[in-house]
T-cell receptor, first 114, second 114 residues
Framework: NAGVMQNPRHLVRRRGQEARLRCSPV?????VYWYRQLPEEGLKFMVY????????ESGMPKERFSAEFPKEGPSILRIQQVVRGDSAAYFC????????????FGPGTRLTVL | GENVEQHPSTLSVQEGDSAVIKCTYS??????FPWYKQELGKRPQLIID?????GEKKDQRIAVTLNKTAKHFSLHITETQPEDSAVYFC?????????????FGQGTTLQVKP
């Protein structure tokens, strides 16, 4: 659980700027999920990635949002031209792989758009 | 689409009493049901989970029950303590061979009064 790392923990952007959120999964985990939590709401699924592949992006807004999980390095969630409504906590979670269900969450990145 | 309903939204109990949180899910293919505890400003932490081939699971003061026919599951906390105060989320997941993404309930804010 403590192995999922996210940075930065807090990110402030002005409207129109880009936000780049990073997630390093638990060592050995090859499955990464991104969830968004609006203030005082539950977590909403955004995207599911395996190494170098987007498996399910059904929860991602069609525009401005993109995600990747390269062969080397962390998973990146990128939000272009941020708007105030993008302000939220963004959590990533990792899962070991085939035959496992448990997802371990990172500490989250709290994005504030001014 | 998949949906998880959680009740109640807030729950206040006296220390030592029991607390019960209930969830219903819509997708009959769901086969994994975790419960997460989230303290203010922190990451969601897995406290217990249950798979669809099991009707009940217990871990010390925490238990979860699952009724597949009715598509509902419940979290039971006995002998509540002030440190149990937090927001609790239920979730349902379809098999990992599809995506394994978690669909979360709206959350229950539990307050345990000393």
């Amino acid at each position: 659980n403590a192995g999922v790392m996210q940075n930065p923990r807090h990110l402030v952007r002005r409207r129109g700027q880009e936000a780049r959120l990073r997630c390093s999964p638990v060592k050995g985990h090859s499955h990464v999920y991104w969830y968004r939590q609006l203030p005082e709401e539950g977590l909403k699924f955004m995207v599911y990635l395996q190494k170098e592949n987007i498996i399910d992006e059904s929860g991602m807004p069609k525009e401005r949002f993109s995600a990747e999980f390269p062969k080397e390095g962390p998973s990146i969630l990128r939000i272009q031209q941020v708007v105030r409504g993008d302000s939220a906590a963004y959590f990533c979670a990792s899962r070991a792989g085939a035959g496992t269900d448990t997802q371990y969450f990172g500490p989250g990145t709290r994005l504030t758009v001014l | 689409g998949e949906n998880v309903e959680q009740h109640p939204s807030t729950l206040s109990v006296q220390e030592g009493d029991s607390a019960v949180i209930k969830c219903t899910y819509s997708d009959s293919a769901s086969n994994y049901f975790p419960w997460y505890k989230q303290e203010l400003g922190k990451r969601p932490q897995l406290i217990i989970d249950i798979r669809s081939n099991v009707g009940e699971k217990k871990d010390q003061r925490i238990a979860v029950t699952l009724n597949k026919t009715a598509k509902h599951f419940s979290l039971h906390i006995t002998e509540t303590q002030p440190e149990d105060s937090a927001v609790y989320f239920c979730a349902a997941s379809i098999p990992p061979r599809n995506t394994g993404k978690l669909i979360f309930g709206q959350g229950t804010t539990l307050q345990v009064k000393p």
